[in-house]
């Protein structure tokens, strides 16, 4: 359980330092986005399962967790980096990734987004991810 804290930490501090990185070269992006997020149904409505799929996002880099909400733990799926397009439009890129999906490293994802509420809808344009997310913190 240590060693899933701290590569949880260790992925969080990753990810604020791609962030400020990143920051000159990508100044697009949108604060309605940063946020910790947690994939719903197709329906718009949470799993009710205490395993679920959380997504953070911070200015320019994400990360995928599997949390297991009953016994406090989380599982890094994958850190990446993310490019914005325009404002309805991003590529999330993954740079590290768990051994079990090792495939996706430097794939580029394409999405469109909207947020509406407390909602995040990503729909990909060259892949075949339709994800609806509800935020769960800033």
């Known amino acids: 359980m240590k060693k899933q804290l701290v590569a949880t930490i260790l992925a969080i501090g990753l990810i604020f330092s ?18 910790r997020w947690e994939l719903c149904n197709p329906d718009g ?27 406090n733990t989380t599982f890094i799926d994958f ?27 430097s794939q580029n994802f394409k999405f469109s987004y909207r947020i509406e509420g407390q909602y995040l809808y990503l729909r990909g344009s060259n892949n075949s991810f339709n994800e609806t997310w509800i935020k769960v913190s800033d």
Not at 18 to 35: F, R, V
Not at 57 to 71: A, F, R
């Open 18 to 35: 791609i962030n400020e990185s990143m920051k000159a070269n990508n100044p697009k992006g949108n604060d309605l986005l940063t946020g």
């Open 45 to 71: 409505k949470p799993t009710g399962n205490p395993q679920v799929r959380q997504k953070v996002y911070v200015k320019n880099s994400y990360v995928v967790l599997e949390v297991d909400k009953s016994n």
């Open 79 to 105: 850190v990446g980096t993310i490019t914005y397009q325009d404002k309805d439009s991003l590529t999330e890129t993954p740079i590290y990734t768990n051994p079990g999906i090792k495939h996706m490293l």
